[in-house]
C-alpha cells in the first residue's frame, strides 16, 4: 500500500535519513519480525519525525525511540492533510482491522433518515446507515446533529407529515397530538387522511430534501403570483411571507448536503507529484484512491483541451463499490471532517443529479479548481445553492 521502502541499519542512519524526504508523508516502521506490530503514523516532515524516532536517543530522555527495534521504513509522500487521513484510514483499516477506528477516533456524521419501509413513513436525525439497498433514504452529512435537527424541525414546519417515532396502528378513537390539533399533521394516527393523500405528503417532503427545499421554492413562487394574478392580495402576501420563512430556513443547508446514493463529487487537492495535482471521486459517499493529473506546459495543451484530459482522467478512476455500511460510514466521517473544517485546502465540486439522471459534473469548474489549487490559491467565491 506503500510506495516506498528503506531498510534501516543503524550504524547507516545519517545516509537513511537524508535519503527520506523532508515533506509530507504517511509511513510505517516495522521490525525485523514480519508479525510484529508496526508503528504507523503520519507527519509533516518525514526526515524529522524518523530522527526523532530511530536517531540515538537521549540520555534520560522519556520520548519514544524505536531506533533498536525497527528494520524497516515505509512510506508514502502526500501532497494534502486531506490525502494523508485518507491514506492513514486505509493503512490502518488494513494492519489493524479489528482497532483501526479506535486508533482513528472516527466520528460518524449525522444524517436526516427518510424511512420509507415504514407504512406511514417520517424522518429522524442519525449516524448510522442501514443496509445499503433498503428503501430509506438518508440526506447529509451534516455538520453535527444539531445542525441536523434544526433543519429538519424547521423544514417540516412546511408540511403535515407525522413527527412521532411510533408505528401506527390507525384508531379512529386516538386524540391525536399536538401536531394534529394545530393542523401541522395530516393525522394519519387515527385516520385523518386517507393512506393515498399521507403518501402524496410524504412525496413532497422527498422531492423537498432532494431538490435542496427548491421544489417548494417554486411552489410558493408559483403559487403566490397566481393570487396576485387574481386580484387576492391577501393571500399572495401570505405567500410571500412563506417564502421569506422559508429563505433563512434554506440558508442553513450546506452545498454538501445530498441524498447519500447521489452524493457524487470531484475533490481537487494539491499532490506531491511535481506539475500535477491530486483528482480524488466521491460516489455515494465512498471516496476512491488519489489520481495525480499532470499538468502539462501551455504549449502542449493546443493538441487536447483541458475540459477532455479531466473527463478521461475521471473515467479512468475505478468506482469503489460498497462492501458494507460501515465502510461507507467511516468514508463519510473522513469526508465530513475535512469538508466542515474552517479552513480547509483544496476544492470539492458536486455532480447534479436534477439536470442529468446520472449526475453530471461541472468541468469546467473544474478546470478552474484545478488551476486554483495547482497556483495554490483559494477558493471560489460561495454561489448561492440552487439543488442537491
Same mark, same amino acid.
Given at each position: 500500500?506503500?510506495?516506498?521502502?528503506?531498510?534501516?541499519?543503524?550504524?547507516? %542512519?545519517?545516509?537513511?535519513?537524508?535519503?527520506? @524526504?523532508?515533506?509530507?508523508?504517511?509511513?510505517?516502521?516495522?521490525?525485523? %519480525?514480519?508479525?510484529?506490530?508496526?508503528?504507523?503514523?503520519?507527519?509533516?516532515?518525514?526526515?524529522?519525525?524518523?530522527?526523532?524516532?530511530?536517531?540515538?536517543?537521549?540520555?534520560?530522555? *522519556?520520548?519514544?525511540?524505536?531506533?533498536?527495534?525497527?528494520?524497516?521504513?515505509?512510506?508514502? @509522500?502526500?501532497?494534502?492533510?486531506?490525502?494523508?487521513?485518507?491514506?492513514?484510514?486505509?493503512?490502518?483499516?488494513?494492519?489493524?482491522?479489528?482497532?483501526?477506528?479506535?486508533?482513528?477516533?472516527?466520528?460518524?456524521?449525522?444524517?436526516?433518515?427518510?424511512?420509507?419501509?415504514?407504512?406511514?413513513?417520517?424522518?429522524?436525525?442519525?449516524?448510522?446507515?442501514?443496509?445499503?439497498?433498503?428503501?430509506?433514504?438518508?440526506?447529509?452529512?451534516?455538520?453535527?446533529?444539531?445542525?441536523?435537527? *434544526?433543519?429538519?424541525? %424547521?423544514?417540516?414546519?412546511?408540511?403535515?407529515?407525522?413527527?412521532?417515532?411510533?408505528?401506527?396502528?390507525? %384508531?379512529?378513537?386516538?386524540?391525536?397530538?399536538?401536531?394534529?390539533? #394545530?393542523?401541522?399533521?395530516?393525522?394519519?394516527?387515527?385516520?385523518?387522511?386517507?393512506?393515498?393523500?399521507?403518501?402524496?405528503?410524504?412525496?413532497?417532503?422527498?422531492?423537498?430534501?432532494?431538490?435542496?427545499?427548491?421544489?417548494?421554492?417554486?411552489?410558493?413562487?408559483?403559487?403566490?403570483? *397566481?393570487?396576485?394574478?387574481?386580484?387576492?392580495?391577501?393571500?399572495?402576501?401570505?405567500?410571500?411571507?412563506?417564502?421569506?420563512?422559508?429563505?433563512?430556513?434554506?440558508?442553513?443547508?450546506?452545498? #454538501?448536503?445530498?441524498?447519500?446514493?447521489?452524493?457524487?463529487?470531484?475533490?481537487?487537492?494539491?499532490?506531491?507529484?511535481?506539475?500535477?495535482?491530486?483528482?480524488?471521486?466521491?460516489?455515494?459517499?465512498?471516496?476512491?484512491?488519489?489520481?495525480?493529473?499532470?499538468?502539462? @506546459?501551455?504549449?502542449?495543451?493546443?493538441?487536447?483541451?483541458?475540459?477532455?484530459?479531466?473527463?478521461?482522467?475521471?473515467?479512468?478512476?475505478?468506482? &469503489?463499490?460498497?462492501?458494507?455500511?460501515?465502510?461507507?460510514?467511516?468514508?463519510?466521517?473522513?469526508?465530513?471532517?475535512?469538508?466542515?473544517?474552517?479552513?480547509?485546502?483544496?476544492?470539492?465540486?458536486?455532480?447534479?443529479?436534477?439536470?442529468?439522471?446520472?449526475?453530471?459534473?461541472?468541468?469546467?469548474?473544474?478546470?478552474?479548481? &484545478?488551476?486554483?489549487?495547482?497556483?495554490?490559491?483559494?477558493?471560489?467565491?460561495?454561489?448561492?445553492?440552487?439543488?442537491?
Amino acid at each position: 500500500m506503500l510506495s516506498e521502502r528503506l531498510e534501516f541499519i543503524a550504524e547507516r %542512519d545519517a545516509e537513511i535519513f537524508a535519503s527520506a @524526504p523532508a515533506a509530507p508523508a504517511v509511513f510505517l516502521l516495522q521490525g525485523e %519480525d514480519a508479525h510484529s506490530e508496526p508503528y504507523i503514523s503520519k507527519t509533516a516532515n518525514l526526515r524529522r519525525r524518523l530522527q526523532r524516532l530511530l536517531g540515538p536517543p537521549t540520555e534520560r530522555s *522519556k520520548k519514544l525511540n524505536l531506533r533498536d527495534r525497527i528494520h524497516w521504513i515505509e512510506y508514502t @509522500p502526500v501532497g494534502s492533510d486531506f490525502e494523508s487521513g485518507f491514506l492513514l484510514y486505509k493503512l490502518l483499516r488494513s494492519v489493524f482491522p479489528k482497532s483501526y477506528a479506535a486508533r482513528l477516533r472516527l466520528r460518524f456524521a449525522p444524517f436526516l433518515k427518510l424511512h420509507l419501509e415504514n407504512e406511514y413513513p417520517r424522518a429522524s436525525i442519525t449516524t448510522r446507515l442501514g443496509r445499503l439497498n433498503g428503501r430509506s433514504f438518508y440526506y447529509g452529512p451534516f455538520p453535527s446533529r444539531t445542525a441536523a435537527e *434544526k433543519f429538519a424541525n %424547521d423544514s417540516l414546519d412546511f408540511f403535515k407529515m407525522r413527527r412521532c417515532v411510533d408505528d401506527l396502528r390507525p %384508531d379512529p378513537a386516538f386524540p391525536g397530538c399536538i401536531y394534529s390539533e #394545530m393542523k401541522m399533521c395530516l393525522a394519519p394516527c387515527f385516520k385523518g387522511c386517507t393512506d393515498g393523500e399521507y403518501a402524496a405528503e410524504v412525496g413532497r417532503v422527498q422531492t423537498y430534501f432532494e431538490s435542496g427545499g427548491q421544489s417548494l421554492v417554486r411552489q410558493i413562487a408559483v403559487e403566490r403570483e *397566481k393570487a396576485s394574478s387574481q386580484l387576492e392580495f391577501e393571500n399572495a402576501a401570505a405567500q410571500h411571507a412563506r417564502l421569506e420563512k422559508l429563505k433563512p430556513v434554506l440558508s442553513q443547508l450546506p452545498e #454538501m448536503v445530498h441524498r447519500l446514493d447521489q452524493l457524487s463529487a470531484v475533490i481537487i487537492q494539491p499532490s506531491a507529484a511535481p506539475e500535477s495535482v491530486n483528482l480524488f471521486r466521491v460516489d455515494g459517499g465512498l471516496i476512491s484512491s488519489p489520481l495525480a493529473f499532470a499538468i502539462p @506546459p501551455p504549449k502542449h495543451t493546443r493538441s487536447q483541451s483541458m475540459e477532455s484530459r479531466i473527463q478521461e482522467a475521471l473515467a479512468a478512476i475505478p468506482t &469503489v463499490a460498497p462492501r458494507s455500511a460501515l465502510e461507507t460510514m467511516e468514508h463519510l466521517a473522513l469526508l465530513r471532517r475535512w469538508y466542515y473544517r474552517g479552513s480547509r485546502k483544496g476544492e470539492i465540486f458536486f455532480a447534479d443529479f436534477l439536470g442529468n439522471e446520472k449526475g453530471a459534473l461541472p468541468v469546467r469548474r473544474i478546470v478552474r479548481g &484545478v488551476a486554483r489549487v495547482y497556483r495554490g490559491e483559494g477558493p471560489e467565491p460561495a454561489v448561492e445553492r440552487s439543488a442537491m
